[in-house]
């Protein structure tokens, strides 16, 4: 799986966006951008994926560059229950033997501040 | 709530005790997953059931031993572990290992060896 870089740490007012980038610029056809974030002492909460579109939910939105080298993961109004550690993460779903495997990175510290 | 339950929460044990760690899911997900988290790191995948077959171990210490009985319960069997086995282990439940939809985590058991 292609690996992902991130900045290990950010900060974000209360009710701003926060926009949280991730570098995946050896990604492969096969391969989907997905995030998530771990709030302390839980365990790993799944916000979004995507393959090459932009994609909306009622989390976040997930924009992905034409190259796909890159993506954005942006959270319209940032709450303090949004502070946790957000993980993007390469995954391919087919072919392979590591196939369906989640790889998790450092991820991005994020501390939404009143 | 997270859909995924594990039990116990929290386990102390001593390196000769044999426990079990237990992983339910009741959303007809046909993949399961266990992680070990250490502190202040990324989770990192253990094993992976597709089907209730073992599909993926990750050169696993075979003080661990895993087990799916049926498509909606996983289960980790500890013996005679060390104490860098102290940490966070997660499960996690997916439609299938293959297909792009998203991995869902419980909240994990946290251990600690004696």
């Known amino acids: 799986d292609a690996k992902t870089t991130q900045p290990p740490s950010m900060d974000c007012a209360e009710g701003r966006a926060a926009n949280l980038p991730c570098n995946h610029s050896?990604?492969?056809?096969?391969?989907?951008v997905y995030w998530y974030r771990q709030i302390h002492s839980q365990g790993p909460q799944y916000i979004i994926h995507?393959?090459?579109n932009n994609e909306t939910n009622e989390m976040a939105s997930l924009i992905i560059t034409e190259d796909r080298k890159s993506s954005t993961l942006i959270l319209p109004h940032a709450t303090l229950r949004d502070t946790a550690v957000y993980y993007c993460?390469?995954?391919?779903?087919?072919?392979?033997?590591?196939?369906?495997?989640?790889?998790f990175g450092q991820g991005t510290i994020l501390t939404v501040h009143p | 709530d997270t859909e995924v339950t594990q039990t116990p929460k929290h386990l102390v044990m001593g390196m000769t005790n044999k426990k079990s760690l237990k992983c339910e899911q009741h959303?007809?997900?046909?993949?399961m997953y266990w992680y070990k988290q250490k502190a202040k790191k990324p989770p990192e995948l253990m094993f992976v059931?597709?089907?209730?077959?073992?599909?993926i171990n990750e050169s696993v210490p075979s003080r661990f031993s895993p087990e799916c009985p049926n498509s909606s319960l996983l289960n980790l069997h500890l013996h005679a572990l060390q104490p860098e086995d102290s940490a966070l282990y997660l499960c996690a439940s997916s439609y299938e290992q293959g297909r792009p939809q998203p991995q869902h985590f419980g909240d994990g058991t946290r251990l600690s060896i004696l």
């Open positions: 993460i390469v995954k391919a779903n087919a072919g392979g033997t590591s196939y369906g495997k989640l790889t």
């Open positions: 959303m007809g997900h046909r993949a």
């Open positions: 995507g393959l090459k």
């Open positions: 059931y597709s089907y209730e077959k073992l599909s």
């Open positions: 050896t990604i492969s056809g096969n391969e989907y």
